[in-house]
């Protein structure tokens, strides 16, 4: 057998390409899409100019985002067929399953699911980047039993994903704050999900397969599963004076805690602190068990940072988000959905980068087990 060689547990500290499309800067707080600082991005931008900038490089002039809206909008309906299976799913099913199924299912309909040429796979991020937020907000409704509502031509991706949802035009702060949760959302380098797609597209297999791959990688409580759970252990923690005690038992029984720790950030997450601020903002304008849940998590960021920034884990960008989202009144597992809606941008980003240089992502495992044991018949084996 072979010497044993240098093995990268969970790949860390492995570059599988070269990219452009973002920067993380783990050691001292920032992000960088295309260059651009996600707080200048997030104070200024919109979701469908940073779609924008992901997938072309640059920032679009006037024009170019007009139209690209234009494009995004005649995409947003979802098939009538589609709208039945989504009526169709059990109601107990998580909402990233259910995500997950449908957009697989999306894909059957698309006569060039399988041209994967940069024009191909353009045409469907277009196609899904536009039916992410419909098909979310179609699963929300068809669970709770209420009738499916058409996108609204006139509106943006995330004002109408809230459209969608409740059946009315959001407040002005809603449409504002799920705009910024998409922009702060859209993209993170080379993160399970992205790999998990570029795994799947590197064999050339077909666009909607690689983003199923990314929705079953985002959907664990390590990736993106993380800002439902941490909205979970605010509400069990339930009062700010119970924190130092859950905090201790949590530490006890080796619990992580959610919304916290990194493989890149060693330091703050930039994004965590722009949704801070917003959920300081729903908190205070919503007040009553929401400002409760703030004060939780306030105080547990506080205990927890004390004693482990030692080991630097820090505040990450799913800590705050859930405080964002319930102030809207968004279900709890709906949050990981809208992590994805904004996170299938920056898929598609990655497979046109990566496809474009392609090379089948194939490694290798070091067999540790035996070798020419005798082969005893199945009669003889008793
Ligand atoms: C994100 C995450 C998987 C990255 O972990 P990683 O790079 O694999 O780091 P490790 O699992 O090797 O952890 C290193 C140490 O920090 C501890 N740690 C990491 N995250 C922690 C957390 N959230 N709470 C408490 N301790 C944590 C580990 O227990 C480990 O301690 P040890 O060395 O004493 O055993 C991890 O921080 C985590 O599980 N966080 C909670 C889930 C979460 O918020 N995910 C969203 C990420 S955006």
Redo the contacts with the bound molecule.
């Keep these: 057998m072979s010497e044993k060689p240098t093995i990268y547990k969970?790949l860390?500290g492995i570059y599988v390409y070269e990219t452009a499309i973002s920067y993380i800067d783990g050691f001292n707080s920032r992000l960088y899409y295309r260059g651009y600082r996600i707080e200048d991005l997030a104070e200024h931008g919109s979701y469908e100019e940073t779609v924008y900038l992901l997938w072309y490089g640059r920032l679009p002039t006037r024009r170019e985002l007009k139209d690209f809206k234009g494009n995004l909008r005649e995409n947003m309906e979802l098939p009538p067929p589609v709208i039945e299976v989504i009526k169709k799913i059990p109601k107990d099913t998580h909402p990233m399953e259910a995500l997950r199924t449908v957009v697989s299912y999306l894909g059957n309909f698309d006569p060039g699911r399988f041209d994967m040429s940069l024009e191909g796979m353009f045409r469907k991020a277009i196609r899904l980047t536009a039916k992410f937020p419909t098909i979310i907000a179609a699963i929300a409704r068809a669970r709770q039993g209420k009738e499916i509502i058409d996108p609204d031509p006139r509106l943006g991706l995330a004002e109408n994903f809230l459209y969608m949802l409740n059946g009315e035009r959001p407040p002005e702060l809603w449409a504002r704050a799920m705009d910024v949760s998409n922009i702060l959302y859209a993209e993170?380098g080379m993160?399970a999900s992205a790999f998990a797609t570029l795994v799947v597209g590197s064999t050339l297999s077909d666009y909607y397969s690689a983003i199923v791959a990314g929705i079953g990688a985002l959907r664990g409580?390590?990736?993106?599963?993380?800002?439902e759970?941490?909205m979970r252990q605010f509400i069990e923690i339930g009062d700010p004076d119970k924190v130092e005690e859950w905090f201790e038992k949590?530490?006890a029984a080796?619990?992580?805690?959610?919304?916290?720790?990194?493989?890149v950030?060693k330091s703050y997450?930039p994004r965590a602190r722009i949704f801070k601020k917003y959920a300081k903002m729903f908190a205070d304008s919503v007040g009553g068990d929401l400002k409760r849940y703030y004060e939780v998590a306030e105080r547990l960021e506080e205990v927890?940072l004390a004693k482990?920034a030692e080991?630097?884990?820090f505040t990450?960008?799913?800590?705050w988000s859930g405080i964002v989202y319930m102030g809207m009144g968004i279900p709890l597992d709906f949050y990981t959905p809208l992590f994805a809606m904004a996170r299938v941008a920056g898929w598609s980003a990655h497979l046109f980068e990566y496809v474009a240089q392609n090379r089948l992502i194939r490694p290798r495992a070091y067999y540790v087990g035996e070798l020419d044991k005798e082969y005893i018949p199945l009669e003889q084996r008793g």
């Design positions: 969970g860390e993170h993160n409580p390590l990736h993106g599963g993380a800002n759970l941490a949590a530490r080796k619990r992580r805690i959610m919304g916290m720790g990194h493989r950030y997450d927890a482990l080991k630097r884990i990450n960008v799913d800590y």
